[in-house]
């Protein structure tokens, strides 16, 4: 009984980091479904095992916050999984898109909970940054995206649900914070000592904030203008670069941070998808058809190595 309490008590709010690669593929698919007339289904039966997959995580940490409520105010007053913890309000965000073309009010719930909860966060977030007493700059890691950054993703289910104006407020943070966190970022990998190697996935998630907020900005404009160009070409750069670097990501040993690679993964192909729906150029079509089988075959490596640490108990220990 206490060796199952001490693994609650490591159970990592970072396992949420799962629903929004699950989210993000499900997103692909059901894009994949309406561009290229595949037989739809796929995408539905996708959402809502990521509604479940979602429920279970959470209820799961609620019994942990029960149970080990001193662990889990360690968690959220750590240095970096602290930027951990938004990845509950952008998995309840990727859901509302999840179920937009499934259950409408259901969808508009789970956006109306997740961009409250985000903003929380986001304040929560920046003011321990602009109060600190244990920040260093060694804590700095692409992680650090998520709880700002991440208000760029509210757009996408936002406008189709009405809230236009609610949408660009929260797109405004991401835009405005994306470079101002790119260039800390990028300091710290330069100039400072290598990530260490749990955190290291975590530079694919430089490719989703271009990607998610060239989507949201199509959805806010409705219109494929220059800056749109400039944030989807970005992510496309980002994909490149972090791919050069996979001799490195090879010789990594399985880490829940690995779910860190899907969800990027997911917003440049949707990105991508998008962007031949309108231009018709049959390069971005191949490109996304690629991208999409490099994302399919992604997430189904992480679910069969997650389900293994899952049996093998090398998850849910104490570092």
Same mark, same amino acid.
């Given at each position: 009984?206490?060796?199952?309490?001490?693994?609650?008590?490591? #159970?990592?709010?970072?396992?949420?980091?799962?629903?929004?690669?699950?989210?993000?593929?499900?997103?692909?698919?059901?894009?994949?479904?309406?561009?290229?007339?595949?037989?739809?289904?796929?995408?539905?039966?996708?959402? &809502?095992?990521? =509604?479940?997959? &979602?429920?279970? +995580?959470?209820?799961?940490?609620?019994?942990? =916050?029960?149970?080990?409520?001193?662990?889990?105010?360690?968690?959220?007053?750590?240095?970096?999984?602290?930027?951990? #913890?938004?990845?509950?309000?952008?998995?309840?965000?990727?859901?509302?898109? %999840?179920?937009?073309?499934?259950?409408?009010?259901?969808?508009?719930?789970?956006?109306? +909970?997740?961009?409250?909860?985000?903003?929380?966060?986001?304040?929560?977030?920046?003011?321990?940054?602009?109060?600190?007493?244990?920040?260093?700059?060694?804590?700095?890691?692409?992680? @650090?995206?998520?709880?700002?950054?991440?208000?760029?993703?509210?757009?996408?289910?936002?406008?189709? =649900?009405?809230?236009?104006?609610?949408?660009?407020?929260?797109?405004?943070?991401?835009?405005?914070?994306?470079?101002?966190?790119?260039?800390?970022?990028?300091?710290?990998?330069? #100039?400072?000592?290598?990530?260490?190697?749990?955190?290291?996935?975590?530079?694919?998630?430089?490719?989703?904030?271009?990607?998610?907020?060239?989507?949201?900005?199509?959805?806010?404009?409705?219109?494929?203008?220059?800056?749109?160009?400039?944030?989807? &070409?970005?992510?496309?750069?980002?994909?490149?670069?972090? #791919?050069?670097?996979?001799?490195?990501?090879?010789?990594?040993?399985?880490?829940?941070? @690995? @779910?860190?690679?899907?969800?990027?993964?997911?917003?440049?192909?949707?990105?991508?998808?998008?962007?031949?729906?309108?231009?018709?150029?049959?390069?971005?079509?191949?490109?996304?058809?690629?991208?999409?089988?490099?994302?399919?075959?992604?997430?189904?490596?992480? +679910? +069969?190595?997650?389900?293994?640490?899952?049996?093998?108990?090398?998850? %849910?220990?104490?570092?």
């Amino acid at each position: 009984m206490q060796q199952n309490l001490s693994r609650l008590a490591n #159970f990592p709010v970072s396992f949420f980091s799962s629903v929004m690669g699950m989210a993000g593929f499900s997103i692909a698919i059901t894009r994949a479904e309406s561009i290229y007339h595949l037989e739809p289904g796929v995408s539905m039966i996708l959402s &809502f095992t990521t =509604l479940l997959l &979602f429920i279970s +995580i959470l209820m799961v940490y609620l019994f942990k =916050l029960v149970k080990e409520k001193e662990a889990v105010i360690k968690e959220f007053h750590h240095p970096i999984k602290i930027s951990f #913890f938004p990845t509950v309000s952008i998995s309840l965000l990727l859901l509302s898109i %999840c179920m937009l073309h499934n259950d409408l009010p259901l969808a508009h719930a789970l956006w109306a +909970i997740g961009a409250i909860m985000h903003l929380g966060f986001t304040l929560f977030v920046m003011s321990a940054w602009i109060n600190h007493d244990y920040f260093e700059i060694n804590h700095m890691n692409p992680a @650090w995206f998520i709880p700002i950054v991440g208000n760029i993703l509210v757009p996408v289910a936002g406008v189709p =649900l009405g809230y236009s104006d609610i949408s660009w407020f929260f797109f405004s943070i991401g835009v405005l914070f994306w470079p101002v966190l790119l260039t800390i970022i990028f300091y710290r990998i330069i #100039f400072h000592p290598a990530l260490p190697g749990k955190l290291i996935p975590t530079f694919f998630i430089l490719i989703a904030p271009p990607a998610v907020g060239f989507l949201s900005y199509l959805k806010l404009t409705g219109e494929m203008d220059n800056f749109a160009r400039i944030l989807y &070409f970005s992510g496309l750069f980002f994909t490149l670069l972090v #791919f050069t670097q996979y001799r490195k990501f090879s010789k990594l040993d399985f880490f829940l941070s @690995w @779910w860190a690679y899907s969800f990027p993964l997911a917003a440049i192909s949707i990105a991508t998808m998008v962007m031949y729906q309108h231009t018709q150029n049959i390069v971005f079509s191949i490109i996304a058809i690629i991208l999409l089988a490099i994302l399919t075959l992604f997430i189904s490596m992480l +679910i +069969i190595k997650t389900f293994r640490a899952v049996l093998e108990k090398q998850i %849910c220990i104490e570092e």
